[in-house]
């Protein structure tokens, strides 16, 4: 098993000088998910990863070259295996990224050890886990291991660094992991900000009107579906702050304290079992959006099962 450093990691898809297999260790798994993709912008982009060419914007949103798979199971993998083995259509590379690989049942990792032992020519596998020991010793061994460890005085460091208010630093450091760098690219993406507070504004509505505002939220959905990823992923967190109102009442613990009120609201409106199953609803649904679907239908699917949630749990 050996540790290399982020920046290493990161220069790596520069130089072409890869590793067949990573392991990246981050508690927050969005944050090592953002580490892989400013990877695979610097590998598949020809400019080095500038972050807005036609190769980066297809990182992003789906390139053919990179399949992305969450906690897979055995036959997921049989098939990444396959895919994985074939020449690079759009590059060089074929990339399989494995989020929340500390979530795989053994049989499927264990599907996994012949290749990340010998990697096919030209490709990149690259888990996340939320701690080394969540997967198994056989497969840290076969990577190289990046541990992302959060920033000690991130809250001042941050507030210092872009003159912004408590609340917000706050904020920042939950949808960062703690990481000042990456809290100043959140800050600095205009169109990220946007987007979390219309996904807030938008769970909210839902889930106190009637099923009248599922084609509002499904046409937000459908207008950010290259983003789908993060909106989830504020969703969740959103609803993960509602459940935490319930349990601790304490504010230290909320996320998105910018939206401390309608979070303690709803903490009094919904029962427990309600929120915890919307998440739960939120989190498949995220499993399906990962696949080409028919996206319309995914997301409604999505918006329904929460009403439903709500009904079966009322009050
Ligand atoms: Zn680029």
Redesign the pocket.
């Known amino acids: 098993m050996s540790s290399i450093l982020k920046q290493s990691f990161l220069e790596s898809a520069n130089t072409g000088k890869i590793l067949g297999a990573y392991l990246i260790v981050c508690k927050r798994s969005e944050v090592a998910l953002k580490l892989c993709e400013l990877f695979l912008?610097r590998l598949y982009?020809?400019?080095g990863?500038?972050?807005?060419?036609a190769?980066?914007k297809k990182v992003k949103g789906g390139h053919v070259d990179i399949l992305r798979l969450s906690a897979p199971k055995v036959d997921e993998f049989r098939d990444a295996i396959g895919f994985v083995s074939q020449k690079a259509v759009d590059g060089v590379y074929k990339t399989i990224v494995v989020e929340k690989a500390d979530d795989m049942n053994p049989s499927a990792a264990n599907s996994m050890l012949k290749t990340l032992e010998s990697p096919p020519r030209d490709s990149v596998i690259l888990l996340s886990s939320r701690s080394v020991a969540g997967v198994l010793p056989t497969i840290a061994s076969r990577c190289a291991i990046v541990h992302l460890t959060p920033d000690e005085d991130f809250t001042q460091q941050i507030m210092r660094e872009l003159d912004i208010d408590d609340t917000s630093a706050r904020v920042l450091k939950d949808l960062s992991g703690g990481f000042a760098d990456e809290a100043v690219r959140i800050y600095n993406d205009k169109a990220f900000m946007k987007l979390r507070s219309e996904t807030i504004e938008h769970t909210h509505k839902l889930i106190n009107q009637k099923s009248s505002a599922i084609s509002a939220t499904a046409d937000f959905l459908e207008s950010g579906k290259e983003r789908i990823a993060d909106v989830v992923g504020v969703m969740q967190s959103f609803l993960h702050d509602i459940s935490v109102q319930q349990k601790t009442r304490n504010p230290a613990l909320i996320a998105n304290l910018d939206w401390r009120s309608e979070i303690e609201r709803n903490a009094s409106h919904f029962t427990s079992g309600a929120i915890s199953n919307m998440i739960r609803v939120i989190l498949e649904a995220e499993r399906r959006f990962l696949i080409p679907v028919n996206f319309r239908l995914a997301a409604e699917k999505m918006l329904f099962d929460i009403l439903e949630e709500r009904n079966r749990w009322k009050k």
């Open positions: 912008t982009c020809k400019k990863g500038c972050g807005t060419c190769d980066c």
